[in-house]
């Protein structure tokens, strides 16, 4: 059973996975706007954002990696592999893609907001599948 460190780290480590495939699709987009151009100029300026936070992303994961070792050192247990610990509640990630989906909706389509959209529900969808092949082959 993971404890709620992993739990933590799981999140965190599905956090980053989703930065980088937000940063992949935008790079992307920003490739076939013109520089200069308003859509240009605002895909830069999300991917600068969302670039800055993947240092701090990456220092959570060594301060819960740390914390999780040294819980399970207390306890004599091993640390569970991140690809091991369950993946997060179906109801939730349904819901977030739900949002996700709303999002994209209601957005301007190709801009920076359609994009961002677009990703997270394209991951949420991955994650929900992910997350019911998981139950439905896990004993219980």
Same mark, same amino acid.
């Not at 670039?51 to 070792?69: D, M, N, P, Y």
């Not at 801009?111 to 219980?140: C, F, N």
């Given at each position: 059973?993971?404890?709620?460190?992993?739990?933590?780290?799981?999140?965190?480590?599905?956090?980053?996975?989703?930065?980088?495939?937000?940063?992949?699709? @935008?790079?992307?987009?920003?490739? /076939?706007? %013109?520089?200069?151009? $308003?859509?240009?100029?605002? &895909? *830069?300026? #999300?991917?600068?954002? @969302?670039?800055?936070?993947?240092? /701090?992303? %990456?220092?959570?994961? $060594?301060?819960?990696?740390? &914390? *999780?070792? #040294?819980?399970?050192?207390?306890?004599?247990?091993?640390?569970?592999?991140?690809?091991?610990?369950?993946?997060?509640?179906?109801? *939730?990630?349904?819901?977030?893609?739900?949002?996700?989906?709303?999002?994209?909706?209601?957005?301007?389509?190709?801009?920076?907001?359609?994009?961002?959209?677009?990703?997270?529900?394209?991951?949420?969808?991955?994650?929900?599948?992910?997350?019911?092949?998981?139950?439905?082959?896990?004993?219980?």
């Amino acid at each position: 059973m993971a404890t709620e460190l992993e739990e933590k780290l799981r999140a965190t480590s599905d956090e980053m996975l989703r930065v980088l495939d937000q940063l992949r699709a @935008l790079e992307a987009e920003k490739r /076939s706007a %013109a520089p200069g151009t $308003t859509r240009f100029r605002n &895909l *830069t300026q #999300e991917i600068e954002r @969302l670039a800055s936070g993947i240092f /701090s992303h %990456a220092r959570r994961q $060594t301060e819960i990696g740390s &914390l *999780t070792v #040294e819980a399970n050192d207390a306890v004599g247990q091993q640390p569970t592999p991140i690809e091991e610990v369950p993946p997060r509640d179906m109801a *939730t990630i349904l819901s977030e893609w739900r949002d996700a989906e709303r999002r994209l909706a209601d957005a301007m389509p190709g801009s920076a907001e359609a994009i961002k959209a677009h990703v997270d529900a394209q991951r949420l969808r991955a994650e929900y599948r992910s997350a019911h092949e998981q139950g439905s082959t896990q004993p219980d």
